[in-house]
């Protein structure tokens, strides 16, 4: 969908353990989202980003940190995994208040 | 931060029956609402959005409708097909329309 690549679609990891997700986009949009996605809370967002090293925090960020070196790349990082991380992660791009454009997700288990 | 509820959490239809789904949100300042549909397994995609200088808008079985002054928005789908069964989820920009908030979802199932 629109270019945009997430990887890995899916991982287990173990407790503790830090995890990077990275989400690429081949269209030059200025807005990307880290949103996740859980039974019963619809799609929440993360983390936000409005440009090259300009991010922010979303409705539940704690716990997770991002980053955006290039206009193409926008990664998730989990420091110390927990068990209530495990969930859905989608990214998304797009300008604001227009259509955004939707990963294929990445399935986290934290065991 | 916004607050955007949808109802209802589930619903359940008879094909060629209608669809309503209802979305409320706090912040009188957003002026664009989109709808998602997500089929299982798969990201959501757009179906249909609307901007606060209009009151309605069509495309062909779905419909949104907006009262900006009650600050709600309504997804209607007539005519209802098996292939229609997905989750529904509502949208707000806030934040300047820098972020874009998520109702909790709407599980539509259409029984033949």
């Known amino acids: 969908d629109a270019g945009i690549t997430q990887s890995p679609r899916h991982k287990v990891t173990e407790t503790g353990t830090p995890v990077t997700l990275r989400c690429h986009q081949t269209e030059n949009h200025r807005y990307m989202y880290w949103y996740r996605q859980d039974p019963g809370h619809g799609l929440r967002l993360i983390h936000y980003s409005y440009g090259v090293k300009d991010t922010d925090k979303g409705e539940v960020s704690d716990g997770y940190s991002v980053s955006r070196s290039k206009t193409e790349d926008f990664l998730l990082t989990l420091e110390s995994a927990t068990s209530s991380q495990t969930s859905v992660y989608f990214c998304?791009?797009?300008?604001?208040?227009?259509?955004?454009?939707f990963g294929s997700g990445t399935q986290l288990s934290v065991l | 931060g916004e607050n955007v509820e949808q109802h209802p959490s589930t619903l359940s239809v008879q094909e060629g029956d209608s669809a309503v789904i209802k979305c409320t949100y706090s912040?009188?300042?957003?002026?664009?609402f989109p709808w998602y549909k997500q089929e299982l397994g798969k990201r959501p995609q757009l179906i249909i959005d609307?901007?606060?200088?209009?009151g309605e808008k069509k495309d062909q079985r779905i419909a949104v409708t907006l009262n900006k002054t009650a600050k709600h928005f309504s997804l209607h789908i007539t005519e209802t097909q098996p292939e229609d069964s997905a989750v529904y989820f509502c949208?707000?920009?806030?934040?300047?329309?820098?972020?874009?908030?998520f109702g909790t979802g709407t599980q539509l199932k259409v029984e033949l």
């Open positions: 949208a707000v920009f806030t934040g300047g329309g820098n972020k874009l908030t």
């Open positions: 912040d009188s300042a957003s002026n664009y």
């Open positions: 998304a791009t797009g300008q604001p208040n227009e259509k955004l454009f």
């Open positions: 609307i901007r606060s200088n209009v």
